[in-house]
């Protein structure tokens, strides 16, 4: 409302005019206004954007306090041209300028959209900005510029350390022996294999990813089910350990040991399943680990043995092949004596020193000495054979090490599966058990552990099936093979009885 006075004549007194407008629509176009640029203030300040402006003729940079502070300025510095380009970072800077240079230019859209290192002038903290606008332009000469700069240092950083992450996970699935594998749970298709995939599997890394069937078809037809069971449980939540079989394409049988465990996306779903697959196939005594010093006489004796189907190292000394022993896997030594270099006795001497179990086959020339067999036998050989000696019977005695070496593969192997039977107990059971293995009764185990002989029979049983055995006396060879140690008291014989209750 608006009013104007007037008089009516000079005698007469005063009035006015009054104008009455209707502006609602503008009061609430102001007030829509408002709330648009405090909605739009509140999302800049929720994402941490800082808008700038830039006036091209001038060179003269509006900037806010967080924009500021980019540059480890104080909230009320003066910011002009130099001070932008003096923070830039010195591998950045021509970049920067090259995309100043391009927006300017009326031949172009005026975009500028950049990310680039900043050398905070105030603080020399290097951060990360990422920064878009546009530029406007008159006649054909830029006039004004308006952007929004964003910090993205976190960002950065994040992306650098996940980077680091995956590289050293490369490196590490490229130089581990065992396989590394990721599976989808909805689709049941691989989405990475490890490169020792190939070597195990006999397959291409390719061919298993393209074909998302073939890596259950290769599962031996005995284990395929365990294997899906075991990934049922993994879709529960479950981290498990399963050993089962895989027939490779050439025929070959393997055994693997595949620790399995879930993996969860960003809501916290199970949609994979990862895993670590390590061979533990008995190699049987395939592996012949050749020391001679003679190189002619090498190369003949390798050549032979793997015409006859052995997998064959040589080695050009004793002091190579000792290097080397710790890390071979389970095998069989032919050493050749006849040179010095070769080491002599003192190989088979250091291998049962150190307690490598590679059995060694001694060949050599004994000059006419019945006594020298023995002597070698002493030293930890397991045969010799006097110099020359036929291709028959080095094979005889190569396999009849390699009988002896399955039966002690076997043996370990069953050991590691008892082992990991009895880590898996839960503590009742292993007290249960040393008390079997120390000869005591239910009722004396139950007395030492505070349970009653009921519930100790029933643990009983429970350790009985986890061991796979049927009797008392299997489940003690059982649990000593594996290293389970009883009490170091002795059995106890009830009274009015001549053997240990069982």
Known sequence: MSAAPFRKTAQEGLGAVFVVQVVEQEKRTEQALRESQARLQAAIDLVGLSPYTWNPVTGALDWDARLRAMWGLPPDANVDEEVFLSG???????????????????????IYAIEYRVIGIGDGVERWV?????????????????GAALDITARKRADVALRESEER?????????NVLWILDLATMRLEYLSPAFEAIWGETIKS?????????????PDDRQRVFDALDLVRLGEAITEEFRIVRSDGAVRWLRDTIFPIRDA???????????????????RFIYVVDADEPSR???????????????????????LEAAPALVLGCVVLDIRQPEAGGLSIPRE?????????????????????????VMKAGAVDFLPVPYTPDELLTALASAAADISQVDEQDQEANRARGRIAEMPARER???????????????????????????????HVMQRLGVQTLSQAVLVATSAGFEPPSTGPKVPQGSDTPET
Request: glycine share 14%; hydrophobic share 35%; proline share 4%.
């Open 169 to 177: 996970f490369q490196q590490f699935a490229a130089n581990s022996s």
């Open 267 to 285: 809501r916290g779903q199970i949609r994979c399943a990862g895993g670590i697959a390590q061979d533990i196939t008995r190699h049987n005594g």
């Open 130 to 146: 990422s920064t878009h606008g546009r530029t406007t332009f008159e006649h054909g000469r830029p006039v004004a510029f308006i």
């Open 88 to 110: 830039m970072h010195p591998e950045d800077r021509p970049r920067v300028e090259a995309a100043i240079a391009q927006c300017s230019d009326p031949a172009g859209l005026g």
């Open 351 to 375: 291998l049962k020193a150190r307690r490598i179990g590679l059995p060694v086959i001694v060949l050599g020339d004994a000059k006419g000495d019945v006594t020298y067999g023995v002597q």
């Open 431 to 461: 007290e249960v058990l040393a008390g079997l293995l120390a000869g005591k009764t239910n009722k004396e185990i139950g007395r030492d552990i505070g349970l009653s002989p009921r519930t100790i029979e029933t643990h009983r049983a």
């Open 299 to 321: 190369q003949d004796l390798a050549r032979g043995l793997r015409n006859a189907g052995y997998d064959v190292r040589a080695f050009p000394s004793g002091k190579a092949f």
């Open 208 to 220: 298993t990813l393209g074909d998302h069937g073939r890596w259950g078809r290769l599962l031996h």
